[in-house]
Structures are given as structure tokens and as C-alpha cells.
């Protein structure tokens, strides 16, 4: 029997062998809050980071070797930066990070307009993707083109231009508001969720796409057209069903979700992996980078005879005595 009770920062794997579909679903709830309630981010803002944090998630918890994932867009829009750091460890729960970069006025007229959707927010730009195995190991990224359109669609984009493997995400991110009894006010937390299913089956020839335009063929040529899969037709049209508050719902576990969507079918769990939010920042790390400096940029660094370091990911704020941070050579 599927379980009853949900379980929050959470990833389960799942398998619908007689689909030739694996995917994973996320549900995000203190490790959520903790990154937004660092910040004082405007509400779109905060939901947009939270879209892209859950994406992260999704995809960084595939890596097969303990690495970091990162996830950065820069882009013309009035979020103009995003990024997420994501840390997979196979015997400790998963670490995540998170960071935005904003204009508050462009923020503020695109709510006052009703124009504040993610893709709105973003605007023109790109989204990378990067794979860091270590110090010894080369990086890899991938990127994509944001055009006016949400992480959803960009990462669709990806796995269709880079991956070619057919993928379909789902995130959803949205605000909670409770009272604790009737003496209290409201109380206010984040959640978030995400399903991320691919079609992986055994025959590449059952992988086959239609050839992306080369967009110089000449006029008058027919495009390349295959069949799509009947089993991943399927499996995307399940996905395309699941509604936002299934994803978020504190009362809906993930495997009831998966047993809604793929009863009929047969859906197999995995052993769930844990995801807590937590920076990699620590004093003795911002010491040692503010060593690295001049001392002249040291010098420009002072203000009232400290100087004073606030951590964009989790706003912990570090002040040093210039005694502290002085070169010892």
C-alpha cells in the first residue's frame, strides 16, 4: 500500500517498467523555507527561485558520483540572476543552496502591471547547467536559451537539444498560511514539489525524435516527423494531469500521488533520499578569501574598522578586525 503519511525535503525515485518511465518527485517544505525566509524577497521572486530550486533538485539528485550541480540563469528580465547549488551525498541528506538577484523597482512595476509570471520575471537570456565533479575532474554545462518562457519549457529545451531523451517536469511552488490556535496569527511557510519523468527504454529506436530544424533548410521542405512512442505518449499525457496542489498538498504523500497517475500501470518506489537546506559557507572560509585580496582592496573594505561580509546564499553576516585578514606574507 502506497504511504499514507507525506514525507517533506524529500526525493523517491520511481520506475513504471511496463512504460519504460523513471522519474523522481520532490517535496520541499522547511528546507524550502529556511532559504526564502533568509531573504526579503518580494512574493514572485521568492516562488520563482523556489520553481528553481525544486528543478535543481530534481536533476542534481541523478548524478551517479557525490558532485554539485549548479543551476544559473542570467537574463535581461527584472530577476536577472538565479542560482541554486546543489550538492548530492550518498550517505548524508542532499545539500541545497540559493540565491537571487533582483531590480525591486522593475519587480514592484511588474506586479502593480499584472505581469510578474516567471517567464515574465526572466526575460531574454540563458540558463546553464553545470556538473562539478571535484577538483580533478573536468566541469561540464549545458545551456539554454531563455526566451520569455518559464523553467519548465527551458528545461524541456535542454533535454530535447542536449540530453535527447524525452523528458516532461513539473514544479510548483506556492505560499501556506495557518493559525496555530486562536491567540495566534496567521502563520506563513513555503511549500513546493516537483516530478520529473523520462522515457528510458531499452531499444534506442524507440528513443528516435523528429531532426530539430536546422532553421536554413531550404523553403518548401517537409520537416522530419516520427512517431512518438506510444508508451511515452502515455506517460507524458499522465504527467500533463498533475495539478499544483498535488504536488504541495501536506496531506497527499508522493506515493499516493505516483499511485493515482500510474495504478493501472504498476508503479515501483525507491528507498527516498533526504535534502536539507544548508550553505557551505563558514568564517573561516570568508577569512581565507578576504586574505586572498590586496591589501589595498583590504584597506577599501573597512567601515568603521571592520569589514563586514554578508553571505548572498544564507544572509549570515561575518565582520573581521583588518588585523584578522591581513596577508601573512
Same mark, same amino acid.
Given at each position: 500500500?502506497?504511504?499514507?503519511?507525506?514525507?517533506?525535503?524529500?526525493?523517491?525515485?520511481?520506475?513504471?517498467?511496463?512504460?519504460?518511465?523513471?522519474?523522481?518527485?520532490?517535496?520541499?517544505?522547511?528546507?524550502?523555507?529556511?532559504?526564502?525566509?533568509?531573504?526579503?524577497?518580494?512574493?514572485?521572486?521568492?516562488?520563482?527561485?523556489? %520553481?528553481?530550486?525544486?528543478?535543481?533538485?530534481?536533476?542534481?539528485?541523478?548524478?551517479?558520483?557525490?558532485?554539485?550541480?549548479?543551476?544559473?540563469?542570467?537574463?535581461?528580465?527584472?530577476?536577472?540572476?538565479?542560482?541554486?547549488?546543489?550538492?548530492?551525498?550518498?550517505?548524508?541528506?542532499?545539500?541545497?543552496?540559493?540565491?537571487?538577484?533582483?531590480? *525591486?523597482?522593475?519587480?514592484?512595476?511588474?506586479?502593480?502591471?499584472?505581469?510578474? !509570471?516567471?517567464?515574465?520575471?526572466?526575460?531574454?537570456?540563458?540558463?546553464?547547467?553545470?556538473?562539478?565533479?571535484?577538483?580533478?575532474?573536468? *566541469?561540464? #554545462?549545458?545551456?539554454?536559451?531563455?526566451?520569455?518562457?518559464?523553467?519548465?519549457?527551458?528545461?524541456? %529545451?535542454?533535454?530535447?537539444?542536449?540530453? #535527447? @531523451?524525452?523528458?516532461?517536469?513539473?514544479?510548483?511552488?506556492?505560499?501556506?498560511?495557518?493559525?496555530?490556535?486562536?491567540?495566534?496569527?496567521?502563520?506563513?511557510?513555503?511549500?513546493?514539489?516537483?516530478?520529473?519523468? #523520462?522515457?528510458?527504454?531499452? !531499444?534506442?529506436?524507440?528513443?528516435?525524435?523528429?531532426?530539430?530544424?536546422?532553421?536554413?533548410?531550404?523553403?518548401?521542405?517537409?520537416?522530419?516527423?516520427?512517431?512518438?512512442?506510444?508508451?511515452?505518449?502515455?506517460?507524458?499525457?499522465?504527467?500533463?494531469?498533475?495539478?499544483?496542489?498535488?504536488?504541495?498538498?501536506?496531506?497527499?504523500?508522493?506515493?499516493?500521488?505516483?499511485?493515482?497517475?500510474?495504478?493501472?500501470?504498476?508503479?515501483?518506489?525507491?528507498?527516498?533520499?533526504?535534502?536539507?537546506?544548508?550553505?557551505?559557507?563558514?568564517?573561516?572560509?570568508?577569512?581565507?578569501?578576504?586574505? !586572498?585580496? !590586496? #591589501?589595498?582592496?583590504?584597506?577599501?573594505?573597512?567601515?568603521?574598522?571592520? @569589514?563586514?561580509?554578508?553571505? %548572498?546564499?544564507?544572509?549570515?553576516?561575518?565582520?573581521?578586525?583588518?588585523?584578522?585578514?591581513?596577508?601573512?606574507?
Amino acid at each position: 500500500m502506497p504511504a499514507a503519511a507525506p514525507v517533506e525535503d524529500a526525493i523517491l525515485p520511481f520506475e513504471v517498467a511496463t512504460l519504460d518511465l523513471r522519474g523522481r518527485v520532490v517535496r520541499l517544505g522547511p528546507a524550502l523555507d529556511t532559504i526564502l525566509g533568509a531573504h526579503d524577497y518580494p512574493a514572485p521572486v521568492a516562488k520563482l527561485l523556489g %520553481e528553481a530550486i525544486v528543478l535543481t533538485v530534481l536533476l542534481g539528485s541523478s548524478l551517479k558520483f557525490e558532485g554539485r550541480f549548479i543551476l544559473q540563469t542570467q537574463t535581461d528580465g527584472p530577476v536577472r540572476m538565479l542560482v541554486v547549488d546543489f550538492t548530492s551525498d550518498f550517505k548524508n541528506a542532499g545539500r541545497v543552496r540559493a540565491c537571487a538577484r533582483f531590480d *525591486r523597482a522593475r519587480v514592484e512595476a511588474a506586479i502593480a502591471a499584472r505581469a510578474a !509570471s516567471a517567464g515574465e520575471l526572466l526575460g531574454q537570456g540563458h540558463l546553464a547547467m553545470t556538473i562539478d565533479q571535484g577538483t580533478d575532474m573536468s *566541469r561540464y #554545462q549545458g545551456l539554454v536559451a531563455l526566451t520569455g518562457g518559464g523553467l519548465e519549457e527551458a528545461a524541456h %529545451e535542454y533535454f530535447l537539444r542536449s540530453e #535527447q @531523451i524525452p523528458t516532461r517536469v513539473r514544479l510548483a511552488v506556492a505560499e501556506e498560511f495557518s493559525a496555530a490556535d486562536a491567540n495566534a496569527g496567521p502563520r506563513h511557510r513555503w511549500r513546493a514539489g516537483g516530478m520529473l519523468l #523520462q522515457f528510458l527504454p531499452k !531499444s534506442v529506436e524507440r528513443m528516435r525524435a523528429a531532426d530539430l530544424d536546422p532553421g536554413d533548410a531550404p523553403a518548401g521542405t517537409a520537416p522530419h516527423v516520427v512517431a512518438e512512442d506510444e508508451a511515452w505518449r502515455e506517460g507524458r499525457a499522465l504527467i500533463a494531469t498533475v495539478e499544483d496542489i498535488e504536488l504541495i498538498d501536506p496531506d497527499l504523500s508522493s506515493e499516493r500521488l505516483l499511485y493515482r497517475l500510474f495504478h493501472e500501470h504498476g508503479v515501483r518506489v525507491f528507498r527516498s533520499t533526504a535534502v536539507e537546506a544548508k550553505c557551505s559557507c563558514s568564517r573561516d572560509s570568508v577569512q581565507n578569501m578576504l586574505k !586572498s585580496f !590586496s #591589501q589595498d582592496d583590504r584597506d577599501h573594505m573597512v567601515e568603521n574598522g571592520v @569589514i563586514s561580509v554578508t553571505c %548572498e546564499f544564507c544572509s549570515s553576516h561575518y565582520a573581521f578586525e583588518p588585523s584578522e585578514v591581513a596577508s601573512s606574507e
